[in-house]
């Protein structure tokens, strides 16, 4: 097991390894830059080491700084953490050259399902659904409005290096696509430096399950069942659940088998998440995957009791996965509800500020609060406004949800505006309490009411 890491991300997700890595004895090494100077990163790291100015292309993405911060402290390895270089193959190959292990997939596995058309070539070679559409890279409108006449309408214009919402369009009829084809293409240009587009059929009404993976140096793979997706604002997830409420033990099998798969097609070790559209018939199809640690990991750690972080950490080491697929049995039911800095009210405007009071409603059985906020922690405006993840467990989704009311019932946050209402009355809606809803529940229905409500 190594002996000193360096965790290459701030917030919540970097106290979550730090956490990780003290239970295993492991020293852990935090960077931060000029606005994060008192976070609480930095306090509870062993070391702490400032890599530049507040913006993140100066810090959190300085690849040069973070990795002579690495050589400075003699730490060897790196936990990218989720977003910012977890998913960045430049970065885990320079890993690499400095002989320095990076907590995640190999470069040239993060490349192959980065790209999102090599994703899908993929997958078709090893037998996993794919959602139909164009083959290869979209270079003109022309051809983007071929594809989309044979497949049919609605369709789904993408990026091929997208991640995070951007550099997708949906295309309801002919007439709206050149001007959605241009508009993703420069935002995907402007966002990932490539600005090949791809297009698919919208499976609608649909819903986004997600199949977590490890995968282990000698080709050792297992599935840690499914996460419910599906509540997502502007392609954003807004709240999760596991296990899915639509997937029969039999599905649980197929889609798991599916993920499977796929993670072996590209010799993939560490954690990742394999994503899929699910149509009415309950057919699934391949979206994407991941090639880090989910924010919404905690929901499956809560049912199937393995920590994924710590696993992360034993797999770079060297370790073989000790667990079988037999051993992973899904024991009751979790929700996740991301809380964001932010106003809904006001087309969820980013609210940074001073918490001039604290209470994070950690007690209890089956109940858990990701954060790295403190009273009196100021929340910078240059970074994700997701300040917290508030992580329930119940025998049954029924005690979940009551669990997950009370715990946002007793959340305080003063001097900050949050989401936490909005959470409140999302979870209290009635096809959000039976299950019933899909990707475009929130946006569609739900949203809209709940703003001539408020």
Not at 266 to 276: P, Q
Not at 280 to 303: C, D, K, L, S
Request: include cysteine; glycine fraction near 8%; charge should be negative.
């Amino acid at each position: 097991m190594f002996s000193k890491i360096l965790i290459a991300n701030r917030g919540e997700i970097a106290v979550r390894i730090i956490r990780a890595c003290r239970e295993l004895g492991i020293q852990t090494v935090a960077v931060y830059s000029e606005a994060d100077k008192e976070a609480l990163h930095t306090e509870l790291a062993d070391e702490a080491i400032c890599i530049g100015p507040a913006r993140a292309s100066d810090s959190y993405l300085n690849v040069q700084q973070i990795l002579s911060a690495a050589v400075v402290t003699k730490a060897e390895a790196i936990h990218p953490g989720f977003g910012f270089l977890s998913e960045n193959s430049r970065f885990a190959s320079m890993c690499e050259e400095c002989n320095i292990t990076f907590i995640g997939p190999k470069s040239e596995t993060i490349d192959a399902m980065g790209n999102k058309i090599n994703a899908r070539k993929l997958m078709i070679e090893a037998g996993v659904p794919v959602i139909p559409g164009s083959d290869g890279a979209l270079s003109t409108v022309d051809e983007a409005l071929a594809i989309a006449d044979e497949i049919g309408y609605p369709v789904m214009l993408k990026a091929a290096a997208g991640g995070g919402g951007k550099g997708i369009r949906k295309v309801l009829t002919k007439e709206e696509l050149p001007q959605h084809f241009s508009s993703a293409q420069q935002e995907a240009k402007a966002a990932f430096g490539n600005d090949d587009m791809y297009i698919e059929k919208i499976i609608y009404p649909a819903r986004h399950i997600e199949v977590q993976i490890l995968g282990d140096h000698f080709g050792h793979v297992i599935h840690l069942g499914e996460r419910d997706c599906s509540l997502q604002r502007n392609n954003q997830k807004v709240l999760e659940e596991s296990p899915s409420v639509v997937i029969t033990p039999e599905k649980r099998q197929a889609i798991g088998d599916a993920g499977v798969r796929a993670a072996k097609a590209v010799a993939y070790r560490n954690a990742g998440t394999i994503e899929f559209l699910m149509d009415e018939a309950g057919e699934f199809y391949f979206m994407e995957m991941n090639t880090r640690i989910q924010v919404e990991h905690p929901i499956t750690e809560m049912v199937t009791g393995v920590d994924l972080v710590k696993k992360q950490l034993e797999i770079a080491s060297g370790y073989p996965l000790s667990l079988k697929q037999e051993d992973i049995k899904l024991q009751g039911h979790a929700i996740e509800c991301r809380i964001n800095a932010e106003n809904p009210a006001y087309n969820f405007a980013p609210s940074p500020g001073k918490i001039r009071n604290l209470f994070l409603p950690s007690g209890g059985m089956g109940l858990r609060v990701d954060s790295a906020m403190y009273s009196g922690y100021t929340i910078p405006p240059y970074y994700d406004s997701m300040i917290a993840k508030v992580i329930v467990h119940g025998d049954t989704r029924e005690e979940a949800l009551n669990k997950m009311h009370r715990a946002l019932w007793e959340f305080v946050t003063d001097g900050v505006i949050t989401n936490v209402d909005f959470q409140m009355d999302l979870i209290h809606h009635p096809n959000v309490m039976a299950g019933d809803y899909t990707t475009a529940f929130l946006q569609e229905e739900f949203l809209p009411n709940w703003k001539a409500e408020n």
